[in-house]
């Protein structure tokens, strides 16, 4: 017969299945793509050595030996600055039956993968967790940094809006705003 496995019962380090699986996912995660080969090699064949001219152009800086080009702002970005995402997203991991498929998802082939900057790439997760599009998902999470930053009444003032009363609202606006201008943050 085979024996129970349930790890996530015999620690109080997880809650839970589902935070044991959470806790899993992360390390293979880690293990796996941190030092994928195939990623190295395709952010290697995605970005090129950029002339003075191309620096200028681009707005880089000096020091600049190779750049690319993020999939979804479309700006260019310094090597060390960009990151590869996976087209198709891998996923979450919920049971030990998940994981096979779970690997080969993550460990993907360069033809799933995507150059992007930082902050196009945290866009493109939080659009993933909240199944929400890119542009939703850049419009709300610009709307937290707002209101995270107490700009909110000022950010709709300064364009015509009158602040609703409370932050909810504001929040609101500022997503509405945002989503049909999202070239304004
Ligand atoms: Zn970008």
Redesign the pocket.
Known sequence: MKKSNEPWNETDVWKNQSEFFTWLRGQIRKSIWQFYPVKNEFKNDQTFEVTNEEKQQYGLSKSTKKAGK?V??N?YFPKSKLEVDHIEQVGSLKSFDDVSEFVSLLACSKDNMQL??K??HKIKSYAERHDVSFDEAKAIKGAIEIIKNKEDKAFLAYRGISPGSNQKQRREQIITYLKSHPNDI
Do not use: D, M
């Open positions: 993020c979804f702002c700006h992007t900057c902050p196009c």
